[in-house]
């Protein structure tokens, strides 16, 4: 796991961006998990420039959403699928036959959950998964609590969860009880994970991810035991981080033995702050 501090979100954003972008130029035909949330906004918009700026290019990208809300049709505003053709999808050159989000308004819940995990095995599995974490340590809607082999499914969302994402919606009555998400096992199936905080509101959230045990109570602790994943979290989300001592880290040390697969193939601007911790290996 490595924890890569970056001061604002906006850095964070760019920085995550750089990822992406480096993953795509990498391999053209990218299978990218993603995540809803106003976390991955920043990553979407700067993606999105990416795209429209240096031209990269998302033709032969497959695209996994992580959950979607049970009874919002897509036409819903406050459907994830919705709010990713709305912030991302067509904004680039994403094929829409290669997105996929979970269907939730489909009849056959379990056999919409069974689908999923068929067409993202059919595709070789996902690449790289982008990840934003609930205020209560949750992936995806992996509410505290859900199995850490589980695979796609119906979840009940917490009422911490209901009361956090109600802002969205009118009222707190609005915001749907059910989600199918992509189960703790399925994440980390995926070969590298890039896990997005930021804010004071998260600080908990990352303490207990990243310093503290692995447990279902913080699903997002599971990343631990995941040998790529890369948390990038701005200064106010790591203010509850006590064992890890920040280092600055530059271009080269993202090249060295171990971070090979995080370098970015760029280096650090001259005066641009770059500090990363490398984190129990
Ligand atoms: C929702 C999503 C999660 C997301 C979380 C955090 O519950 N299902 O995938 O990580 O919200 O959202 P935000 O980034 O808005 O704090």
């Not at 429209?52 to 290019?57: A, F, I, Q, S, V």
């Not at 036409?75 to 050159?93: A, I, L, P, T, W």
């Not at 911490?160 to 199918?180: G, H, K, L, Q, S």
């Not at 631990?224 to 271009?251: C, N, W």
Request: aromatic share 8%.
């Amino acid at each position: 796991m490595l924890v890569i501090l970056r001061k604002t979100y906006e850095d964070l954003s760019r920085e995550a961006a750089r990822l992406v972008a480096d993953r795509l130029r990498r391999k053209p035909n990218l299978v990218l998990g993603l995540a809803t949330g106003s976390t991955p906004l920043g990553l979407y918009k700067a993606l999105i420039e990416k795209h429209k700026k240096e031209g990269l290019d998302f033709s032969k990208v497959t695209t996994f959403n992580l959950d979607e809300y049970i009874g919002l049709p897509p036409s819903h505003d406050q459907s994830y699928r919705y709010f990713m053709r709305e912030s991302f999808f067509k904004h680039v050159n994403l094929d829409p036959r290669y997105t996929h989000v979970p269907d939730g308004m489909a009849h056959d819940v379990e056999a919409q959950c069974e689908w999923y995990e068929q067409r993202i095995r059919e595709v070789g599995g996902i690449d790289l998964q982008i990840l934003g974490i609930g205020a209560n340590g949750h992936l995806a809607f992996n509410e505290p609590g859900s199995s850490l082999g589980s695979r796609t499914r119906i979840k009940t969302l917490t009422e911490r969860t209901v009361r956090d994402n109600a802002r969205f919606f009118a009222n707190a009555d609005e915001v749907p009880r059910y989600a199918i998400t992509m189960g703790i096992g399925t994440i980390m199936e995926a070969r590298e994970l890039l896990i997005l905080a930021s804010g004071e509101g998260k600080a908990n959230a990352v303490k207990a991810a990243v310093e503290g045990p692995i447990t279902a109570t913080c699903p997002a602790s599971i990343c631990q035991m995941h040998r790529r994943a890369y948390f990038i979290i701005d200064e106010a989300a790591r203010s509850k981080l006590t064992e890890v001592p920040i280092e600055e880290v530059t271009g080269r040390e993202y090249a060295a033995p171990g971070f090979q697969s995080l370098w970015l193939g760029e280096r650090s601007e001259p005066g641009e702050e770059r500090r990363a911790h490398p984190h129990r290996g």
